[in-house]
């Protein structure tokens, strides 16, 4: 099993930082897929960015390409999305997930075997 904790969500107005946090536990041996996913009211999950431990690569939907940065700290087993730029339509309970394979699209949150409880991010204009 794994567990997942998020951190680092807020309150910020349009243009701000936050930079979220997401520290997995348990058995976190071996590469992985590492996702966010954040959901707004009303509107569904949505695939934010994805980054694979074993070799680094990351993607990204393309409303957030160029203002947020998926990274990962192997050593703290912890996941990091810096989000820049904000923008209003940004504010969503913002998700950390895990899966070990493939398993298909990055983007897809049924494809993940692990979750958190998420983060609050709200952006004022």
């Known amino acids: 099993q794994v567990q997942l904790v998020e951190s680092g969500g807020g309150s910020v107005q349009a243009g701000g930082s936050l930079r979220l946090s997401c520290v997995a536990s348990g058995y976190t041996y071996g590469s992985k897929y590492m996702g966010w996913f954040r959901q707004a009211p009303g509107k569904e999950r949505e695939g934010v960015a994805c980054i694979y431990t074993g070799g680094g690569s990351t993607y990204y939907t393309d409303s957030v390409k160029g203002r947020f940065t998926i990274s990962h700290n192997n050593g703290e087993n912890t996941v990091y999305l810096q989000m820049n730029s904000l923008k209003p339509e940004d504010t969503a309970m913002y998700y950390c997930?895990?899966?070990?394979?493939?398993?298909?699209?990055?983007?897809?949150?049924?494809?993940?075997?692990?979750w958190g409880q998420g983060t609050q991010v709200t952006v004022s204009s």
């Open positions: 997930a895990a899966r070990r394979g493939y398993g298909g699209p990055w983007y897809r949150g049924d494809t993940y075997n692990y």
